[in-house]
């Protein structure tokens, strides 16, 4: 399974953004589409995720501003991400989960910023 991120960028704070990523190779395998993100020195940590059922997993932290969707015949997954805040900076990552492995996108910065 390969994956192909894009959108991030630079935002001022309330603003939004949308990320995208495509998957492509074996892609029939693919259970679990989700997002991740980053700071230095930090952990990543899930910012959202979605089954090939719908079942919908955000973190605190973002929930109510930030949606999860997946488009299965495009083979993509979508983050929205509104009402942005500073401390939603992070590298964000696509994640696919399949055949019981995980698979990463390369990170993509927002930078959320006046």
């Known amino acids: 399974v390969q994956l192909q991120a894009c959108g991030g960028g630079l935002v001022q704070p309330g603003g939004s953004l949308r990320l995208s990523c495509a998957a492509s190779?074996?892609?029939?395998?693919?259970?679990?589409m989700g997002w991740y993100r980053q700071v230095p020195g930090k952990q990543r940590e899930l910012v959202a995720a979605?089954?090939?059922?719908?079942?919908?997993n955000y973190a605190d932290s973002v929930k109510g501003r930030f949606t999860i969707s997946r488009d299965n015949a495009k083979n993509t997954a979508y983050l929205q991400m509104n009402d942005l805040k500073p401390e939603d900076t992070a590298v964000y990552y696509c994640?696919?989960?399949?055949?019981?492995?995980?698979?990463w996108g390369h990170g993509t910065l927002v930078t959320v910023s006046s």
């Open positions: 979605i089954t090939s059922g719908g079942r919908l």
């Open positions: 994640n696919a989960f399949a055949g019981f492995k995980d698979y």
């Open positions: 190779g074996s892609i029939f395998s693919i259970s679990t």
